[in-house]
Nanobody, 121 residues
Framework: QVQLVESGGGLVQAGGSLRLSCAAS????????MGWYRQAPGNQREMVAT???????NSADSVKGRFTISRDNAKNTVYLQMNSLKPEDTAVYYC???????????????WGQGTQVTVSS
């Protein structure tokens, strides 16, 4: 089993910044991809940004130029630096990891419990 523990959410005014962290622990051989997703009330969960073990990133158009994803492979931790926050960024943010528990080419998908980000206007 793998556990993902998120931290860093909170309340911030529009234009402000927050940094989310997510640490993975447990039965981990390799983490192929780590990422952040978000879900606002009444909306489907959407991808915010992802990063591979090699550092390749992908992000939603709505956050390009404002959010930066990074990871520390030695710590099995992914970060999301969020700048120039807007009220429409308000959502529960979920950490995601695609994990190989051993050397076999089998991966499993894990989710964190979510952290609330609220941006006031």
């Amino acid at each position: 089993q793998v556990q993902l523990v998120e931290s860093g959410g909170g309340l911030v005014q529009a234009g402000g910044s927050l940094r989310l962290s997510c640490a993975a622990s447990g039965n981990i051989f390799n983490i192929n991809v780590m990422g952040w997703y978000r879900q606002a009330p009444g909306n489907q969960r959407e991808m915010v940004a992802t990063i591979t073990a090699g550092g390749m990133t992908n992000s939603a158009d709505s956050v390009k130029g404002r959010f930066t994803i990074s990871r520390d492979n030695a710590k099995n931790t992914v970060y999301l630096q969020m700048n120039s926050l807007k009220p429409e960024d308000t959502a529960v943010y979920y950490c995601n990891a695609i994990v190989q528990p051993n050397g076999r080419m089998v991966s499993y998908n894990y989710w964190g419990q979510g952290t609330q980000v609220t941006v006031s206007s």
